[in-house]
């Protein structure tokens, strides 16, 4: 238990350094895109894949969000992502905020999910 509850401070930290780097101006285009993407969704308050699902609600919080975190690190220059996780550790972050429209786009993505499926099944 003492081991997932360091992870999820770091991931905490690295979404924040990640915050930092999407603001840095020598990040690439595509490592800011995939940033907003991966922070956005890990700060809204609804999942792609609710929780109550069994088994996969989980997948997007213990493989899929940490994974584009990953990759959206491998983006961001080194030096860069350096300085910007330096950062996230010193700040006095208690709590990251909640994304209103991440949040939004999943509950239009849901819609648009709903609409399909009923399209094709009636």
Request: aromatic share 14%; glycine share 0%; with cysteine.
């Amino acid at each position: 238990m003492q081991k997932l509850k360091k992870w999820a401070k770091s991931l905490k930290h690295y979404l924040f350094a990640l915050y930092l780097a999407y603001h840095h101006k020598d990040v690439p285009f595509l490592a800011k895109t995939i940033i907003v993407i991966v922070v956005s969704y890990a700060l809204s308050p609804i999942d792609l894949i609710p929780d109550f699902i069994p088994i996969i609600g989980y997948l997007d919080d213990f493989i899929l969000l940490p994974l584009a975190i990953l990759l959206a690190i491998k983006l961001v220059p080194e030096e860069i992502w350096e300085e910007c996780k330096t950062k996230a550790h010193q700040s006095t972050l208690k709590s990251l905020p909640r994304s209103k429209t991440a949040a939004l786009v999943v509950i239009f993505i849901w819609v648009v999910v709903a609409a399909l499926v009923y399209k094709l099944f009636f």
